[in-house]
């Protein structure tokens, strides 16, 4: 009988220990996710966005409109997000486009991304991709669920990229 309740008491005790290790990895799998997301959407912007008329220069030029927007159909894509809103706004110094995205399959919570071009350095695009992390195993969740202020805790997430296409 000694056995089988040190048996029960191993395995509960395992679990409350190896939930916290199991999310962690869980995490750097999202943060690795995330990360290829904003690279590969940002490369298919780039190529994406190249203005027509300036193709056959040196250097082609890119649409920062359709950069911004090609980067963000392309992201919400890549996580099987959809846009919610978008707001771009234009300053003297510089040009930013905040968009925030849904998940379709609840697999995500909200994000929002910064796109931002500063007019000192037209040809630099920084993006900053945030989002509260979701926690996916059972015991997180639930402290997650009864003690939002317990797990606080964003992923965040940054590129940039030289919007220049050479020919």
Request: proline share 2%.
């Amino acid at each position: 009988m000694r056995g089988i309740a040190y048996t029960i008491l191993l395995v509960v005790a395992s679990t409350i220990i190896l939930g916290p290790l199991v999310e962690c990895f869980q995490l750097m799998t999202e943060k690795a996710r995330i990360d290829s997301a904003i690279n590969n959407c940002g490369k298919l912007a780039i190529m994406t966005s190249s203005r027509d008329e300036a193709a056959r220069d040196l250097e082609a030029e890119i649409d920062l409109e359709k950069f911004m927007d090609s980067f963000s159909t392309s992201f919400a894509a890549s996580l099987n997000l959809r846009i919610e809103n978008s707001i771009t706004t234009d300053l003297t110094d510089e040009k930013s486009s905040i968009v925030h995205f849904k998940s379709n399959d609840g697999r995500y919570n909200d994000f929002t991304v910064n796109l931002t071009v500063n007019k000192d350095r037209p040809d630099i695009c920084e993006v900053l991709v945030t989002s509260k992390y979701k926690f996916k195993t059972k015991h997180l969740a639930f402290v997650e669920e009864h003690v939002p202020t317990f797990t606080d805790f964003n992923l965040e997430r940054k590129g940039r990229f030289v919007l220049e296409q050479t020919n």
